[in-house]
C-alpha cells in the first residue's frame, strides 16, 4: 500500500452530519448562500411538487468554497437526482461540462447545475426572468414530482 493517496477526495461525513437520517429520498438539492435564499428555494422547490423538504428531498446547504466529494455523497444517500446552485463542478469532484439548466445523466444519477440561487433570485427581481424560467423548463422535464 502507498503511504499516500494518488487522488485525494473530501470525506462525506461533515455533508451526512448536516443531512437529516432520512433515507430512500431520490432527490438531493445543493445550495449555498444566505438563510434568507432558503426561502425562494423553498418557492422553486414547492412548485415542482416538493413541499416537504426533509421527507421528500435532502437539502444540503454546503459553503461555495469548501471541496466536497459529492459523488460518495450520492452514493451514501442513494439519490438519483442532484440539483446543484451555484457551485464548481471540480469543486465537487466532478468532471464534466454541461450547459446551465440541462438535465443531464451520468452514471445512473440525473444532475440539473443551475446558477446560484442569489443570481437567479436578483436577475428575477430585477425583472430578468431567464435565468428562472429556464430553470423550471429543467425542472418540468427531469425533477418534478
Known sequence: MLPFNLIGQPEVGPALEKLGP????ELLVVYHGELSRRAFLSRILAAAGYDAPGEQLHLLEWPADQDLDLTGLVRALGVTKVMLFGYELAGLGLHFEVANYFPLEVGGV?????????????????????????????????FAR
Open 110 to 142: 440525473t444532475y440539473l447545475i443551475a446558477d446560484s440561487l442569489e443570481y437567479i433570485e436578483e436577475a428575477k427581481a430585477g425583472g430578468d426572468n431567464r435565468a428562472a424560467g429556464a430553470l423550471w423548463n429543467g425542472m418540468k422535464e427531469r
Open 22 to 25: 432520512a433515507r430512500g429520498l
